[in-house]
Every structure is written in structure tokens, then in C-alpha cells.
């Protein structure tokens, strides 16, 4: 059973900076990509980011495309989402989620909650 721990969140001012992380307790090379998903109150999880953890591809929602960068460190087991230029429609519980070629994304973090203020 992979576990993932997300940490990072907060409360910041709009136009703030976050930086989330997503550790996992295995060899992140063994999956395909580890992604971010975010859901505000009231509205269902959405897709934010995600990369390959082989090449390193990336892929953003063009919610937060320009304002957010999602990176990984391999080595440390550990993805990473830069979250710049903060708005209210930020504000959500951000999860990461392996995705495992064939079934889907398993294993999901316990969530972090980001709150941005106007």
C-alpha cells in the first residue's frame, strides 16, 4: 500500500506563494506520474497538474497554466507544486495522486488545505 503526504498548505494573501509537497513511501520511478488535484467547498475534485516521473512531463489545467509549476525529485520520492500568484479561486484542499499505468490512480494523500485571501 503506497502512502502519499502532502504538506505545504496554508493561508496566504492574494498574489502569495505556496510551495506543496507530495512524499511518497516508495520508489516513485515504479509509477507513471504523480499528479495534483484540488476541490473547493461545494464543488467536485478537479484535475491541477501532474508530470511523468520518467521524463518529466508536464501537464497543467489552464486554470493555473503560468502560475503554477509541478516538478519531482525522483531521489526523494517527492513531488512538488509551486503555486504563485495566488487567488480566492485557489482556495481548496490540494491532494496528490499516483497514477498507475492500467488502474487508474489507486493511492491518494490525506489532502492540504490552501486558503487564499482577497
Known amino acids: 500500500q503506497v502512502q502519499l503526504v502532502e504538506s505545504g498548505g496554508g493561508s496566504v494573501q492574494a498574489g502569495g506563494s505556496l510551495r506543496l509537497s507530495c512524499v511518497a513511501s516508495?520508489?516513485?520511478?515504479?509509477?507513471?506520474?504523480m499528479d495534483w488535484f484540488r476541490q473547493a467547498p461545494g464543488k467536485e475534485r478537479e484535475f491541477v497538474a501532474a508530470?511523468?516521473?520518467?521524463?518529466?512531463?508536464?501537464s497543467y489545467a489552464d486554470s493555473v497554466k503560468g502560475r503554477f509549476t509541478i516538478s519531482r525529485d525522483n531521489a526523494k520520492n517527492t513531488v512538488y507544486l509551486q503555486m504563485n500568484r495566488l487567488t480566492p479561486e485557489d482556495t481548496a484542499v490540494y491532494y496528490c495522486?499516483?497514477?498507475?499505468?492500467?488502474?487508474?490512480?489507486?493511492?491518494w494523500g490525506q489532502g492540504t488545505q490552501v486558503t487564499v485571501s482577497s
Open positions: 495522486a499516483v497514477y498507475v499505468s492500467g488502474q487508474g490512480y489507486p493511492y
Open positions: 516508495e520508489r516513485t520511478s515504479s509509477f507513471y506520474s
Open positions: 508530470i511523468t516521473l520518467s521524463a518529466g512531463i508536464t
